[in-house]
């Protein structure tokens, strides 16, 4: 998984109408004269639910303001209040809202304190849901003290859980909620680090959801892969997932290995390893005197070479200047620059014993790779000052298929191409958003560049419909056999629903023999009275049906064959569709790179929308 699912958390403003604020005397503290105004104008009234003043931290005065949505936090410095931070801890419900309660030097209250939590001085609050139909109740708390020059998070409880944790000797210690029995620690370090941006509904409530984040920390990470080291780790989604990568040079020659951990899966999710590259003796004797992480980015979000002459040109023959660059699992993605200027994509992959380079047409002038967006079986190039963009993907039998382009200069366009045509509209589900057909730009190696399409009736101009077929059942409820051989009762290699792209290779006495994907696990043969051609496939509605993975199955590899024996290096997608089904209980499923594969029916619903 790429770049970009990172959840961003900071600060950002909220504008509403100034009016008066709401009557002051429900606060646990009113509102400073000289900080009046400038909580007016961000406030209506009755959108205050709380307030707080903490005097003379060691950086200030701070207020804090509870609202319906979020927590402000303003602090006196020199005398001026100023904004510092709006998050969101807890939300509001439909019967109560969260209120603060301040610290007093001394134990906490209640079992909390009890069972050790002291505070050492009352600056410190915390944020209380209260019982609606009790309103002493506490269902939901959060507790900050001032630690190490800022209000970090000392303890939660989720009273539903029957659990509580409080900060302890770098650990999170959970206790029962009724007894106070000490129950176990986890350690994660980054809920103490959040401080003030914690949100409620990320901590986890008990001990058992602890220690599967625990699974995922960066002091875990490092220990997944004995014999692999841990160059990258960035944790997002508040601790509950993580990227990492990792690298390995044996003999010469460098793999790096990126994984995706998840702590609702337990762990790892998804792992890749590049090819293996043959590193220059000077890279290799860097290494060794030098820290690696000036010399490699595992990442994966840029160039993983941080240095020139990385690679061995004796064994990779690419001698004009490497601009940028990205090992890939099926071979490493290079920029490069000749003595002219002129830039190429070069590609190179392992063959038998040595290695194979392939090199583009000459690229826009200025074409950068989009190392940032793009990940494994994937190039994104833009030029022109981001003016104008395309980008590829490595469909199921190794070409490099063009999947989207972009203009910027004021017509802008947008389309996409896949193997099996073009995507005409992307509001659409599955196959009914493909007009389907053969296209010019199906390899990345023949593409002039300056021929591009610049809109989507150009590109739907360019397709080829011959060769070319969907499924088409009278009845849409029925599917369509692909059998073994042209006959009705030879062996059916599974039934397909209408629309399933398939490519015509033959036609034989009322039998079409089709192929579906691009990977060779689905061919056969199709009846051509179930089949439309040419443009009458616009007119065959898909039947799929549209749904999506359950909650909490993570990503999953496709399986091979029927038999679930074998999984396939494919994960289930957005851009991957059910076009059919084999025996009782599973699905065939179909990418828009031409991978093919199976999961059984009861891993996917329809979805909470």
């Given at each position: 998984m790429k770049k970009g699912l990172t959840l961003v958390l900071g600060l950002y403003l909220l504008l509403v109408t100034a009016c008066a604020l709401a009557d002051q005397n429900q606060f646990a503290d009113a509102i400073p004269q000289d900080l009046r105004s400038l909580v007016e104008q961000k406030y209506q009234d009755g959108d205050?639910?709380?307030?707080?003043?903490?005097?003379e931290t060691p950086r200030g005065d701070f207020f804090l303001v509870l609202s319906p949505w979020n927590m402000y936090g303003y602090r006196c410095e020199n005398g001026a209040w100023t904004l510092e931070a709006q998050v969101r801890p807890m939300e509001q419900t439909s019967h109560s809202h969260p209120v603060f309660r301040r610290h007093a030097a001394g134990a906490a209250p209640g079992l909390q304190g009890a069972c050790g939590l002291t505070y050492p001085d009352s600056l410190g609050f915390d944020i209380i849901q209260y019982d609606a139909g009790t309103q002493n109740t506490i269902v939901e708390l959060m507790q900050f003290h001032w630690m190490d020059g800022d209000f970090r998070l000392v303890g939660w409880q989720n009273a539903a859980s029957g659990q509580f944790a409080v900060w302890e000797d770098s650990l999170w210690a959970y206790f029962d909620g009724e007894t106070g029995e000490r129950l176990g620690s986890a350690r994660l370090?980054?809920?103490?680090?959040?401080?003030?941006?914690?949100?409620?509904?990320?901590?986890?409530?008990?001990?058992?959801?602890?220690?599967?984040?625990?699974?995922?920390?960066?002091?875990?990470?490092?220990?997944?892969?004995?014999?692999?080291?841990?160059?990258?780790?960035?944790?997002?989604?508040?601790?509950?997932?993580?990227?990492?990568?990792?690298?390995?040079?044996?003999?010469?020659?460098?793999?790096?290995?990126?994984?995706?951990?998840?702590?609702?899966?337990?762990?790892?999710?998804?792992?890749?390893?590049?090819?293996?590259?043959?590193?220059?003796?000077?890279?290799?004797?860097?290494?060794?005197?030098?820290?690696?992480?000036?010399?490699?980015?595992?990442?994966?979000?840029?160039?993983?070479?941080?240095?020139?002459?990385?690679?061995?040109?004796a064994k990779i023959p690419v001698t004009d200047a490497v601009l940028e660059n990205d090992p890939q699992s099926r071979g490493l993605l290079l920029l490069t620059e000749d003595a002219n200027g002129v830039r190429r994509i070069r590609w190179v992959e392992q063959d038998g014993g040595g290695y194979a380079v392939r090199a583009s047409n000459p690229l826009p002038p200025g074409a950068n790779l989009d190392l940032y967006h793009f990940g494994d079986g994937e190039i994104g190039l833009e030029w022109g000052g981001q003016g104008g963009s395309c980008s590829f993907s490595r469909a199921a039998d190794g070409s490099w298929i063009l999947s989207s382009a972009n203009n910027y200069d004021g017509s802008f366009t947008l389309y996409g191409t896949l193997y099996c045509g073009i995507l005409h509209d992307s509001l659409q589900h599955g196959t009914n958003s493909v007009l389907?057909?053969?296209?010019?730009?199906?390899?990345?190696?023949?593409?002039?560049?300056?021929?591009?399409?610049?809109?989507?009736?150009?590109?739907?101009?360019?397709?080829?419909?011959?060769?070319?077929?969907?499924?088409?059942?009278?009845?849409?409820?029925?599917?369509?056999?692909?059998?073994?051989?042209?006959?009705?009762?030879?062996?059916?290699?599974?039934?397909?629903?209408?629309?399933?792209?398939?490519?015509?290779?033959?036609?034989?006495?009322?039998?079409?023999?089709?192929?579906?994907?691009?990977?060779?696990?689905?061919?056969?043969?199709?009846?051509?009275?179930?089949?439309?051609?040419?443009?009458?496939?616009?007119?065959?509605?898909?039947?799929?049906?549209?749904?999506?993975?359950?909650?909490?199955?993570?990503?999953?590899?496709?399986y091979a064959a029927p038999d679930m024996r074998e999984t396939t290096d494919v994960l289930y997608g957005s851009a991957t569709w059910i076009v059919g089904v084999a025996g009782d209980d599973l699905y065939i499923l179909l990418d828009s790179d031409g991978n093919t594969g199976y999961l059984p029916q009861d891993l996917f619903f329809p979805g909470n929308g």
């Amino acid at each position: 998984m790429k770049k970009g699912l990172t959840l961003v958390l900071g600060l950002y403003l909220l504008l509403v109408t100034a009016c008066a604020l709401a009557d002051q005397n429900q606060f646990a503290d009113a509102i400073p004269q000289d900080l009046r105004s400038l909580v007016e104008q961000k406030y209506q009234d009755g959108d205050i639910t709380d307030c707080i003043l903490i005097s003379e931290t060691p950086r200030g005065d701070f207020f804090l303001v509870l609202s319906p949505w979020n927590m402000y936090g303003y602090r006196c410095e020199n005398g001026a209040w100023t904004l510092e931070a709006q998050v969101r801890p807890m939300e509001q419900t439909s019967h109560s809202h969260p209120v603060f309660r301040r610290h007093a030097a001394g134990a906490a209250p209640g079992l909390q304190g009890a069972c050790g939590l002291t505070y050492p001085d009352s600056l410190g609050f915390d944020i209380i849901q209260y019982d609606a139909g009790t309103q002493n109740t506490i269902v939901e708390l959060m507790q900050f003290h001032w630690m190490d020059g800022d209000f970090r998070l000392v303890g939660w409880q989720n009273a539903a859980s029957g659990q509580f944790a409080v900060w302890e000797d770098s650990l999170w210690a959970y206790f029962d909620g009724e007894t106070g029995e000490r129950l176990g620690s986890a350690r994660l370090d980054r809920i103490a680090e959040y401080g003030l941006l914690a949100n409620f509904e990320d901590l986890p409530s008990t001990l058992a959801d602890a220690r599967q984040m625990e699974k995922i920390t960066r002091v875990t990470a490092e220990t997944l892969f004995p014999g692999w080291t841990m160059g990258f780790y960035e944790e997002y989604n508040m601790g509950h997932a993580a990227s990492v990568g990792y690298y390995r040079v044996d003999d010469g020659m460098l793999t790096i290995r990126r994984a995706e951990l998840r702590s609702d899966a337990g762990g790892i999710t998804s792992q890749t390893d590049t090819m293996p590259i043959p590193l220059s003796g000077a890279l290799l004797l860097r290494l060794e005197t030098e820290g690696a992480e000036t010399l490699l980015d595992t990442s994966g979000y840029g160039n993983a070479f941080l240095t020139d002459a990385a690679f061995d040109t004796a064994k990779i023959p690419v001698t004009d200047a490497v601009l940028e660059n990205d090992p890939q699992s099926r071979g490493l993605l290079l920029l490069t620059e000749d003595a002219n200027g002129v830039r190429r994509i070069r590609w190179v992959e392992q063959d038998g014993g040595g290695y194979a380079v392939r090199a583009s047409n000459p690229l826009p002038p200025g074409a950068n790779l989009d190392l940032y967006h793009f990940g494994d079986g994937e190039i994104g190039l833009e030029w022109g000052g981001q003016g104008g963009s395309c980008s590829f993907s490595r469909a199921a039998d190794g070409s490099w298929i063009l999947s989207s382009a972009n203009n910027y200069d004021g017509s802008f366009t947008l389309y996409g191409t896949l193997y099996c045509g073009i995507l005409h509209d992307s509001l659409q589900h599955g196959t009914n958003s493909v007009l389907v057909g053969s296209h010019p730009w199906r390899d990345l190696f023949s593409i002039d560049f300056s021929t591009l399409p610049q809109s989507l009736e150009e590109a739907a101009a360019a397709l080829d419909r011959d060769g070319w077929a969907v499924v088409d059942n009278p009845d849409p409820a029925d599917r369509l056999h692909l059998r073994a051989a042209p006959d009705a009762a030879a062996q059916s290699l599974g039934k397909f629903y209408n629309r399933t792209p398939v490519q015509v290779l033959e036609m034989r006495n009322g039998w079409a023999r089709v192929r579906i994907g691009l990977d060779g696990r689905l061919e056969g043969w199709m009846m051509t009275k179930f089949l439309a051609f040419g443009s009458d496939m616009d007119a065959v509605a898909s039947a799929s049906p549209d749904l999506t993975l359950r909650e909490g199955r993570g990503s999953r590899q496709l399986y091979a064959a029927p038999d679930m024996r074998e999984t396939t290096d494919v994960l289930y997608g957005s851009a991957t569709w059910i076009v059919g089904v084999a025996g009782d209980d599973l699905y065939i499923l179909l990418d828009s790179d031409g991978n093919t594969g199976y999961l059984p029916q009861d891993l996917f619903f329809p979805g909470n929308g």
